[in-house]
């Protein structure tokens, strides 16, 4: 496994957005922006069961997180792994991202019905630019 | 064939940054962050042969094009569709895109021995989200 060097995090931890790619089921290429965190291991994002993106990881885990930098798309970094769906704190990690981007405590458009799970990938091979 | 409505044009009109996901010759997803373009009927993209996007697109046509709104990025626009390349006038093109991205009137960055090629997408699938 690799991990990000600690300017490749930064651009995680700041209230940048990531674009992730995945793969639908005719092959075709799917992307999708995204709220992202990094936990010191893995980069992380939530998502809902039933989406697109949770459908395809289910059937093809291997996904692609670009992240470039709001004020400066010049710099980016780009993660590819193989995404690992977790619900367990699923929920307290969607107000964690409310509050990084939100600044709420609790996500503002749960809906009944709705099972959350954390999309985890372990980076793989990571690839940047612009960040020095 | 489908195309954009002006909101949604305007958001690849003005200097935002496109992330083009094509899918790799193991069946993984590949994104790479871009300049961007519109020509009333196709989106438009550059880059040169031999990059990764340009042999994936050679390989599986299909793509997906994320563009969101660097101002607000809950605004967004994605288009999918399958990618023609066009060498023909991709230097005038390149030159078009350093224009609106940079400024300058040519691109800084050639080099001998690159041939660029347009990307050119034709609209299939149009979603969008904040736009209105």
């Known amino acids: 496994m690799g991990t990000l060097n600690d300017k490749q995090a930064q651009l ?4 940048n957005f990531a674009s992730i ?7 075709s290429p799917h992307v999708t922006p995204v709220w992202v965190d990094w936990d010191g291991e893995a980069v992380l994002v939530n998502t809902l069961r039933g989406r ?4 395809n990881i ?3 885990p291997r996904v692609e997180v670009l992240v470039y ?3 400066n798309p010049y710099q980016y970094v780009r993660v590819s792994g193989h995404a ?6 699923a929920e307290e990690h969607i107000d964690t991202l409310t509050k990084k981007y939100l600044g ?3 996500y503002p458009w749960r809906a009944s019905g709705d099972t959350r799970v954390i999309v985890r990938v372990r980076p793989e091979r990571v690839s940047d ?4």
């Open 69 to 71: 930098n709001l004020e």
């Open 52 to 55: 697109v993106k949770e459908r």
């Open 129 to 132: 630019q612009g960040i020095e």
């Open 104 to 106: 709420e405590d609790r």
């Open 58 to 60: 289910t059937r093809h």
């Open 21 to 27: 790619a995945t793969v639908n089921a005719d092959g």
């Open 12 to 15: 995680l931890l700041d209230k």
């Open 84 to 89: 690992e769906l977790v619900e367990e704190s």
